[in-house]
């Protein structure tokens, strides 16, 4: 880690003096289920995080129809069944490692 033992150690302890008192098995369930929730409102901050999170949403939204989309292109006009897809499938992810590891080598 980064930090000294004794800066880990305090940390810790500030982490857990900022958790509410869980007393019972509900207590511990609903700050479980509550805590990503509550950990998203840093999305909320300012406009360029509210800005990037909906760029990302969306971006996601309309690679996931263009892919769709593709998979239906090509099975209607060039005649690919499930194999055909699967190993289009593989080619891709070869290519998206092979992209990775050698052309954007990491520093």
């Not at 069944?81 to 080619?91: G, K, R, V, Y």
Request: proline share 5%; aromatic share 12%.
């Amino acid at each position: 880690e980064t930090l000294s033992p004794e800066s880990a150690a305090q940390a810790r302890l500030n982490r857990l003096s900022e958790r509410p008192p869980m007393n019972t098995q509900a207590d511990v369930w609903k700050y479980n289920l509550m805590r990503p929730a509550k950990e998203l409102m840093i999305l909320n901050r300012n406009k360029l995080f509210r800005l990037l999170s909906a760029l990302a949403f969306f971006s996601g939204c309309i690679g996931s129809a263009d892919h769709t989309l593709f998979l239906y292109y090509v099975e209607e006009n060039f005649g690919f069944n499930d194999s055909d897809i699967a190993t289009l499938f593989l080619i891709i992810g070869i290519m998206g490692i092979f992209v990775q590891i050698v052309i954007l080598k990491p520093f």
